[in-house]
């Protein structure tokens, strides 16, 4: 988990990491784009949730801290073809741009 400063703009990098300590609140404030890892799905359970984040949570931590944009990162099987779902999750409070990563992709700050 790690957050850059360019000037007056700002990126957070969430990791692998579940939420539970409530670390990512602190460093992802007001920044422009929090890159959060999609690695589980809404309802996981056991050693994935242990480890990652699930829209849930990212949702809470992204609205709460009112992060400019969101691009999700790490997907993996468990998450891939299931981004209508997760982005349906996310937006119940979260109303910033929701963006899926892809490799080489490129995103432009807020």
């Given amino acids: 988990m790690y957050r850059v400063n360019i000037g007056n ?14 670390t990512l609140e602190k460093l992802a404030k ?6 959060a890892h999609n690695a589980v799905p809404k309802g996981a ?12 949570t990212i949702r809470h931590i992204s609205s709460q801290v ?5 691009v999700l990162s ?8 299931k981004e209508s779902e997760t982005k349906k999750e996310i937006r119940k409070s979260y109303k910033g741009p929701v ?12």
């Fill in 45 to 56: 359970k056991g050693i994935g949730a242990n480890l990652h984040m699930t829209p849930v």
């Fill in 74 to 81: 790490h997907r993996m099987l468990r998450t891939l073809g």
């Fill in 66 to 70: 009112k992060v400019r944009s969101l």
């Fill in 99 to 110: 963006e899926f990563s892809n490799d080489l992709s490129f995103y432009k700050m807020p």
């Fill in 30 to 35: 007001n920044t422009d784009i929090l890159v």
């Fill in 9 to 22: 703009k700002s990126i957070a990098f969430s990791g692998d990491m579940n939420g539970e300590y409530h």
